[in-house]
């Protein structure tokens, strides 16, 4: 399985694309990067607070890994920010992979809320 960019690599020529723009906001990825079309989702959260979004689905996630391994490999650009009154400053910012961003939990392989069935999330 290819990998995208590794630490360090620079590629100054390529393209980003949409696969939002005719379909579904929550269709994974946000964005296909270059001609190989690397996957490439944006997640963002408030640097007060605890990092608390929703990675995917996990029965979802599971069942898109068989029929796309290279989903396992997608980047995930990752924003902490503060906003005080209209003006945004971003914190921090990381590209990790997914298993970067998960955890074990003493209840399950991965760490996950109780809310509407299994989400991963970091």
């Known amino acids: ?3 995208g960019l590794e630490y360090g ?3 100054t020529n390529f393209n980003i694309t949409d696969p939002k723009e005719n379909g579904n906001s929550q269709e994974f ?4 990067i270059g001609d190989d079309k690397d996957l490439l989702e944006i997640k963002s959260f408030d640097a007060s607070a605890s990092a608390n979004f929703d ?4 029965d979802s ?7 796309s391994p290279k989903r396992t ?3 995930y650009l990752i924003f902490s920010y503060t906003l005080n ?7 921090d910012i990381w590209i990790k992979k997914i298993w970067e961003i998960t955890c074990p939990s003493a209840k399950i ?5 109780s809310k509407k069935g299994c989400d991963l999330q970091y």
């Not at 990825?29 to 296909?32: E, H, L, Q, W």
């Open 29 to 32: 990825p946000d964005y296909y």
């Open 55 to 58: 990675l995917a689905n996990f």
């Open 73 to 75: 490999n997608a980047d």
């Open 85 to 91: 009154g209209s003006k945004l400053n971003i914190q």
């Open 1 to 3: 399985m290819k990998s």
């Open 9 to 11: 690599q620079r590629k």
């Open 109 to 113: 392989p991965l760490k996950n809320p």
């Open 61 to 67: 996630y599971c069942r898109s890994v068989a029929d």
